[in-house]
């Protein structure tokens, strides 16, 4: 009982660590990118505190999806529904989809 316990636990404590750290490896890209002197990427500090507030926010939406919800296929669209939010946020502000005048700047 104890080792089917133990492999649950290691089993989250590694879903958790691939989540988190894929969404900080994403946050990372851009400031590599712009060190290596890509064209095209000028992240200013603001974009870096919007993006990690958003990825942060993606993370707890899908580990909530994870913890709430019973069932794969229940997970799964809660961790759908989570990604076209963000998706709809992050596209909206870097190109104005629906026009609010914060956005593309």
Not at 54 to 72: D, K, P, Q, S, Y
Not at 87 to 92: A, G, N, P
């Amino acid at each position: 009982m104890d080792r089917t316990l133990n492999q649950a636990r290691g089993a989250r404590v590694a879903w958790r660590a691939i989540l988190w750290g894929g969404l900080g490896l994403l946050l990372s890209l851009p400031a590599l990118a712009m060190s290596l002197g890509a064209e095209g990427i000028d992240w200013s500090a603001s974009d870096f505190i919007i993006m990690g507030v958003l990825l942060a926010a993606l993370g707890v939406g899908i580990e909530a999806a994870v913890r709430m919800l019973a069932g794969w296929r229940s997970r799964l669209i809660a961790i759908g529904a989570v990604l076209i939010v963000f998706l709809t946020i992050w596209i909206e502000l870097a190109v104005g989809v629906f026009g609010t005048p914060f956005a593309g700047s």
